[in-house]
């Protein structure tokens, strides 16, 4: 019997034109843990994770949460947190307004909203315009509004981009102890220092292609995982 929220990619394929963006990805992502989704920019991961939350349709393969693919999911937004990109934020809406708008669209109660507030150290900024944000106030904004359903999996794109160093070990904190409640926490990301103190399980892709998926410790075990990452790659350090 399969965990309730593992999330399983089998054979994920995409093509934008002559270019083949992800070639027959396949891995799993387990609930109780942090996976590190790794590889340089330009990778694929973001269109491994976009076809996982059914924003684009694969030429092959599968992506599915919990055994159901995204489309599937009896409740989506209360399923699955996602945070892509830190955009799409009205330059005029507050911070709480903006978080208004998404609590209306899933149910959730203005208490819902201060929580998730206070959760991501924007209690303070929250009466302010979104416009006057910095990115990793935005970035935290973004945070908020994938917390907001209290879901059991967590897709995140780049979440440390803007964040400074206590930001970082703030967001650190934040994601094991979510993954320690039994959540399910994919985070995708080309900072291998910082993941390296973050996850549990690692998914390394180049050039769209995976190229290991497994246990932080069973890659670093000869050393850092930046090593391992540029053996595997063949990028120069």
Known sequence: MRPPHRLEI?????????????????FDVEPGRVTGFLGPNGSGKTTTLRMLLGLVRPDAGTALIGGRAYRDLPDPARTVGAALEAKGLHPARSGRDHLRVYGAFLGCPGARIEEVLALT?????AHRRAGG????????????TALLGDPPVLVLDEPTNGLDPAGIAWLRRLLRGLAAEGR??????HVLSEAERLVD???VMHRGRVLTAGPLAGLTRDGALEDAFLDLTGVPA
């Open 201 to 203: 399980d690692v998914v």
């Open 184 to 189: 399910t926490v994919l985070v995708a990301s």
């Open 10 to 26: 089998r054979g994920l394929t995409k093509r934008f034109g002559p270019v083949e963006a992800v070639t027959d990805a396949t």
């Open 133 to 144: 944000y910095s990115t990793g106030m935005r970035q935290r904004l973004n945070l908020a």
């Open 121 to 125: 150290g924007l209690a303070d900024a």
